[in-house]
């Protein structure tokens, strides 16, 4: 194996914990952090990218403070995610993909956070809220 080959092979394995650390320090992997994770890892530019958006825990825009992130598996689908979905748009005033105007939420669908067993489920900065109603989505928020 050449040096080069070894270096890239290297980056690659380095490659996540490298976007965590980023991540951790900036907030989300805007172009220049990913620019900078390419430097450090040797790879190119367009593979740092593919790897930071393929995951959705690594945000590539600013997110706000609370990060709610909505199940779109098929028990979430089958339980009627899209009530849950209607019912934080309601309290935040915001859709999908987008941030409040004061920094507080953002709102993400994923494909899975691994709750099939309490679908609908979503989870707000890493805990996990399961069984959701409407009424449960309003009294979880209003903790945050």
Do not use: H, W
Not at 45 to 70: H, Q
Not at 85 to 97: Q, V, Y
Not at 114 to 127: F, L, S, V
């Amino acid at each position: 194996m050449s040096k080069e080959t070894s270096s890239i092979s290297n980056g690659r394995a380095d490659l996540l914990p490298v976007l965590k650390r980023e991540l951790g320090k900036s907030g989300s992997l805007s172009k220049e952090v990913m620019s900078g994770v390419a430097g450090k890892t040797s790879l190119p530019l367009n593979e740092v990218y593919g790897v930071a958006t393929f995951y959705a825990y690594l945000p590539v825009l600013p997110t706000g403070k609370n990060v709610i992130r909505v199940c779109r598996c098929v028990p979430c689908d089958l339980k009627d995610v899209q009530a849950v979905i209607g019912s934080i748009k309601k309290e935040i005033g915001i859709a999908p993909g987008e941030t409040t105007a004061d920094g507080k939420f953002s709102f993400e669908l994923v494909n899975c956070i691994g709750a099939c067993d309490q679908a609908p489920a979503m989870m707000i900065n890493g805990e996990m809220y399961g069984n959701l109603t409407p009424t449960r989505i309003s009294e979880i928020l209003k903790s945050y």
